[in-house]
């Protein structure tokens, strides 16, 4: 499991090619926390198309890789991820197959990220929409998939959206709930987008939860950024002091009378 976090975390740390075709913004889902997407449930019409329709799945990539095995097997081979070829035609309509199936696929969503910056085009043969709808798919299908929000952070800052991609970051971290791994990977974006002080809150928070990796506080150390955590309190502090205040009306109360 380590070896894959560390290899999305590889991919996260990559440079982006700056796009020089820049897509028209339009009303995406938005960084606060939404309810996810359920069949029956979506606008009529949205603009990045409907994530429940007649094609196969959609099915989580957090929990239901099995069900996308066979997705993977005839649309998203190492060729396919890598940008080299598709299968099935162009490498875009590829990836998109495997977005429909699965909107929040991490890896998918890295290989259309960077191919479409390679490509400097927003919009590759194949795929239905714009590179930015693939995200607001995502976030639509799972509001709480953390590494979305963080891949979604990265994309925004790159294209001088900084504001938008911070505010991505902030719901994650309401959702990274007891993930040291969570709390690290986005600690590292939010040092990316120049939020030293909310990097190093999740680098206690990482710290507290026992994650092992120190990339997050070198990172820190190497921007002049890093401050030791504060002292816990000790043992019996907070109980004490709340026995103090609770005490205090009472001896108040002894000498009024």
């Not at 909310?198 to 890093?226: C, H, M, N, S, V």
Request: contains cysteine.
């Amino acid at each position: 499991m380590h070896k894959r976090f560390c290899r999305m975390n590889q991919l996260l740390r990559q440079p982006l090619l700056v796009l020089l075709l820049a897509w028209a913004a339009v009303p995406l889902a938005g960084a606060q926390k939404l309810p996810p997407a359920v069949r029956g449930g979506e606008a009529p019409n949205p603009m990045c198309g409907r994530i429940f329709t007649n094609h196969y799945g959609p099915y989580d990539y957090r929990t239901h890789r099995s069900a996308l095995q066979i997705v993977e097997d005839f649309h998203f081979d190492a060729k396919v991820e890598a940008g080299l070829r598709g299968i099935n035609g162009d490498v875009g309509g590829d990836i998109n197959y495997t977005l429909k199936a699965s909107p929040n696929h991490h890896r998918a969503l890295i290989s259309m990220t960077r191919i479409t910056e390679k490509a400097r085009n927003d919009r590759l043969p194949g795929m239905e929409w714009p590179m930015e709808c693939y995200f607001d798919r995502a976030i639509r299908f799972r509001p709480d998939d953390t590494v979305v929000r963080v891949l979604y952070a990265q994309w925004l800052h790159k294209r001088n959206r900084t504001e938008d991609g911070l505010k991505h970051l902030d719901v994650a971290v309401t959702q990274a709930g007891d993930s040291g791994f969570s709390h690290y990977n986005i600690g590292l974006m939010y040092l990316e987008l120049g939020a030293a002080e909310k990097a190093r809150q999740e680098a206690y928070t990482a710290l507290k939860l026992d994650f092992p990796r120190q990339g997050l506080i070198d990172a820190l150390k190497r921007a002049g950024q890093w401050q030791e955590p504060p002292p816990a309190p000790p043992p019996g502090a907070a109980s004490g002091a709340a026995s103090g205040a609770a005490s205090a009306p009472v001896a108040a109360a002894s000498a009024g009378a």
